[in-house]
């Protein structure tokens, strides 16, 4: 009797195990279908890489207006460190003696005589404004990176090698032109024409002009007199054999 009674509990333990497994697999089976459910409702996330590269931000090069486009040309030039690292690629405003050689070579040929602008000029005229740009970018920064107590960078032992090397360079320029030095600055690195600065230094005179645009006559300022360009024109040419001798040596042309 006792023997069978133990029989009838093991069958009933067994019964409930059965009945507890099946139970399980029914939850299992609905978790299962909730799940595959909230994945159809919301996308798959994403991995923390492909989350991280979403979110950065994509750096667009923005191409000049067309306004300043239609006054000088630009060109898509590599963007340096002091150091000399590259950061990107922008858009750099041609400097204006490079179109200025361009027209000096066309009349030189159609005149049959050696251009006043050559390849030695252009190249000292370069190699100018490269060093005085990179001279000039420190010499920024310098003045509003200042430390507590007066102190700042801007000391030479502070500067990188790459600005007191543009530094000299800038001196070794300047180091011939004598009374030319504004002349040549405003030329070649303020992108200044002969009539702007003619009408800086003499004066200038307002002249009715028509534009076509609007249609009718607006005035605009011109020098006071004709030669006063052609007199900043011949400082500047003097100032550029000034600048390609100092240079000679330094610069290569090819």
Request: aromatic content about 6%; glycine content about 8%; hydrophobic content about 45%.
């Amino acid at each position: 009797m006792d023997m069978m009674q133990q029989f009838d509990r093991c069958a009933d333990a067994v019964e409930r195990l059965a009945r507890l497994a099946e139970r399980a697999e029914r939850e299992a089976d609905r978790v299962a279908q909730l799940i595959a459910a909230d994945r159809v409702a919301r996308p798959a996330r994403k991995s923390k890489a492909g989350r991280k590269a979403r979110a950065a931000p994509r750096v667009e090069i923005v191409a000049p207006t067309p306004e300043a486009a239609a006054q000088a040309p630009y060109v898509l030039q590599p963007v340096h460190t002091e150091q000399g690292q590259l950061l990107g690629r922008a858009w750099r405003r041609q400097p204006w003696f490079e179109s200025l050689a361009k027209r000096e070579a066309g009349e030189a040929e159609r005149a049959g005589r050696v251009p006043l602008i050559g390849g030695d000029e252009l190249a000292a005229l370069r190699f100018y404004r490269n060093a005085f740009e990179m001279a000039e970018r420190s010499a920024m920064k310098s003045s509003l990176d200042i430390l507590p107590g007066g102190a700042g960078p801007g000391q030479a032992r502070d500067l990188p090698p790459a600005v007191l090397t543009a530094r000299a360079d800038v001196a070794l320029c300047e180091s011939l032109m004598g009374e030319w030095r504004p002349t040549m600055r405003a030329v070649a690195i303020e992108d200044r024409t002969y009539a702007a600065v003619a009408m800086a230094r003499f004066g200038s005179r307002n002249q009715d002009w028509y534009d076509g645009a609007r249609g009718a006559f607006v005035a605009k300022p011109v020098p006071r007199s004709n030669r006063h360009p052609q007199i900043i024109r011949a400082e500047f040419l003097a100032g550029l054999q000034a600048l390609a001798e100092a240079v000679r040596g330094r610069v290569r042309t090819g």
